[in-house]
C-alpha cells in the first residue's frame, strides 16, 4: 500500500482544512484507516481512526468535536475534515494503514506528511 497525503497549508485559527490521502493497493478497503501528527519538538500523536468499513471512528480528546475522519473506498481515499483550528493543532499529519488503533506502532503503512500550520 502507497499513501500520499495532501491538502495541508496555512490557515488562520477557527479556519478549515481537508485533508485526503489517496492509496493504492488491493488492500485499502479492507484496512482500518489512521490519521496521526507531529508538531516540532514532540512525539507523534494519535488524531483520528475509521475501520475499514466506515462504521467506526474513534478520536484523540483534543479534536473530538472539531475533527472528522470519513472514507470513500471507490476512490482509495480517507479525508479528515478539520474545523475551528487552533494553533496549537500546527503539525505535520500523516496518514497510515493498519489495524484499527490509535497506537502508531501497530500501523504498517505510511504516507508521506502534509504539513498544516495555524496562525493566531
Known amino acids: 500500500v502507497q499513501l500520499q497525503a495532501s491538502g495541508g497549508g496555512l490557515v488562520q485559527a477557527g479556519g478549515s482544512l481537508r485533508l485526503p490521502c489517496a492509496a493504492s493497493?488491493?488492500?485499502?478497503?479492507?484496512?482500518?484507516m489512521g490519521w496521526f501528527r507531529q508538531a516540532p519538538g514532540k512525539k507523534r500523536e494519535f488524531v483520528a481512526v475509521?475501520?475499514?468499513?466506515?462504521?467506526?471512528?474513534t478520536y484523540a480528546d483534543s479534536v473530538k468535536g472539531r475533527f472528522t475522519i470519513s472514507r470513500d473506498n471507490a476512490k482509495n481515499t480517507v479525508y479528515l475534515q478539520m474545523n475551528s483550528l487552533k494553533p496549537e493543532d500546527t503539525a505535520v499529519y500523516y496518514c497510515?494503514?493498519?489495524?484499527?488503533?490509535?497506537?502508531?506502532?501497530?500501523?504498517?503503512?505510511w504516507g508521506q506528511g502534509t504539513q498544516v500550520t495555524v496562525s493566531s
Open positions: 475509521i475501520s475499514w468499513s466506515g462504521g467506526s471512528t
Open positions: 497510515a494503514s493498519g489495524p484499527y488503533s490509535s497506537y502508531d506502532y501497530e500501523y504498517n503503512y
Open positions: 493497493g488491493r488492500t485499502f478497503s479492507r484496512s482500518a
